[in-house]
């Protein structure tokens, strides 16, 4: 409990403010004390000397000994009149004294036998001390002043401090809690933010982070589910249509229909592997850029080639607009774009339909353009078909991963460029790759 206390940023932050406000009064009080100290004597020594002066003029006026100690006797000075120094109990030396006889008037700061200043002067008939009114002491009233004034600031200072410590520690003691919800998986929490200085920096830079936890978090889920679910589906048909072929009784085209169902299958789950391998690489910036220059308009057209089995099955009608462009980049990753696009467009696009694929670039960027005369994409569905495992059509008639789109946007994306799409139902879709020269 006590190293808790010891360790705590209220105490640590108490400590050193308040350290700092007593060094800070203490030095202040010392220089005052000092410096004002010396201003308050020079003033006692002024009116000492003064009413010195002031009792022998009265004095040479034939004023009595008692009518002039009686006029000074009430101020903040006060006069006596001895008729000898010894009588005065004052110890003198003999330069003093022998002043003091010529008429000079001596100041003492502090006597021996009393701790204030005086001055002596010389009567016709006597001497006349005047020294501070000990019920008055001017010194003694600047000393209590000055400790009083001490005493009232460090006790204000160090209700102030506590006081601002508190509302310091209050908010890095929440974002400290709220790590610690955090740390046990609680990304909805959410500091509130109040002002503008750098605690509220602070608080809604910790908001920012739970956002993005909570998103990722989601992210994570979602496509947990989503591989669960899409890796679920090829091995129950595997599965199903293994047992199936145990069955001694089935036809030669039965068991040769089920085996074609489990190559595809198969197919399908090795491709689903690999994309989902490819997107993970991508994501966490495992696939790095070989950006190099290369004919891109030769590139698209191997695709074409590679493609030609699949669009030549359907009598799809290509329609080829090239231009010769030469761009940096990966390479591979970009043909891997063209692949993805142009498949999903053949696998839309029904028999005897057209695809139209153009390239050009103008003064700021490269554009690829793909369209086909399939059924077209929803509203609803284009805001989601680049999301991992989207499929607009959720039927599964159409083949896919569902995954395309989304490594097709990661990889333009790489390349700092855009990509997007255009469909309208029943006429078909168009996607666009945007790239900056």
């Given amino acids: 409990m006590k190293n808790k206390i010891f360790h705590s940023i209220y105490t640590k932050f108490l400590v050193t403010f308040l350290g700092v406000l007593f060094f800070s009064s203490t030095l202040t009080f010392g220089v005052i004390y000092w ?26 006026e034939k004023l009595s000994n008692d009518e002039i100690t009686g006029l000074f006797t009430q101020g903040i000075v006060v006069s006596r009149i001895y008729a000898s120094l010894d009588e005065a109990a004052v110890v003198l030396s003999e330069d003093e004294r022998a002043k003091i006889e010529n008429g000079e008037i001596v100041y003492l700061n502090a006597h021996q036998s009393h701790n204030f200043p005086m001055a002596l002067g010389k009567l016709t008939d006597g001497y006349v001390v005047s020294m501070p009114n000990l019920e008055r002491d001017q010194i003694a009233g600047f000393m209590n002043l000055q400790r009083n004034t001490l005493l009232v600031t460090l006790l204000i200072g160090s209700v102030l401090i506590v006081i601002a410590v508190a509302m310091i520690a209050k908010p890095i003691k929440a974002v400290s809690e709220a790590t610690k919800k955090v740390a046990d998986g609680d990304f909805d929490l959410r500091l ?69 169902i489990i190559v595809d299958e198969s197919d399908r789950l090795w491709k689903l592997s690999s994309n989902v391998l490819k997107l993970s690489e991508l994501e966490n910036g495992v696939l790095g850029l070989k950006k190099e220059a290369f004919s891109l308009d030769e590139s698209i057209r191997r695709v074409v080639l590679l493609l030609q089995e699949k669009w030549e099955t359907k009598n799809i009608d290509l329609d080829i607009q ?74 599964r008639s159409t083949p896919g991963t569902g995954l395309g789109l989304t490594i097709s946007q990661r990889i333009v994306g790489l390349h700092s460029g855009t990509i997007a799409v255009e469909s309208d139902l029943g006429k078909g879709s168009t996607f666009f790759v945007k790239l900056p020269q």
């Fill in 35 to 60: 410096s004002q100290l010396g201003n308050v004597l020079d003033q006692i020594r002024v009116e000492l000397v003064n009413q010195v002066q002031a009792v022998q003029t009265l004095n040479q």
């Fill in 322 to 395: 090239l231009d010769e462009i030469t761009y940096k980049g990966d390479q591979e990753l970009m043909a891997q774009v063209i692949i993805n696009l142009l498949t999903n467009a053949i696998n839309h696009t029904p028999e005897q339909g057209e695809i139209g694929l153009d390239l050009h670039a103008t003064s700021k960027e490269i554009v690829i353009t793909i369209c086909d005369t399939g059924d077209g994409i929803a509203m609803d569905d284009q805001e989601k078909i680049f999301d991992r495992f989207y499929k607009a059509d959720q039927s």
């Fill in 192 to 260: 509130k933010v109040r002002g503008k200085d750098e605690l509220a920096v602070l608080a809604r830079n910790f908001n920012i982070m739970t956002e993005a936890l909570s998103r990722n978090d989601y992210i994570h889920r979602d496509f947990v589910s989503n591989v669960s679910h899409e890796f679920k589906t090829p091995i129950a048909s595997i599965k199903g249509f293994g047992k199936l072929l145990k069955d001694p009784a089935i036809s030669e085209t039965q068991r040769q229909e089920y085996i074609d």
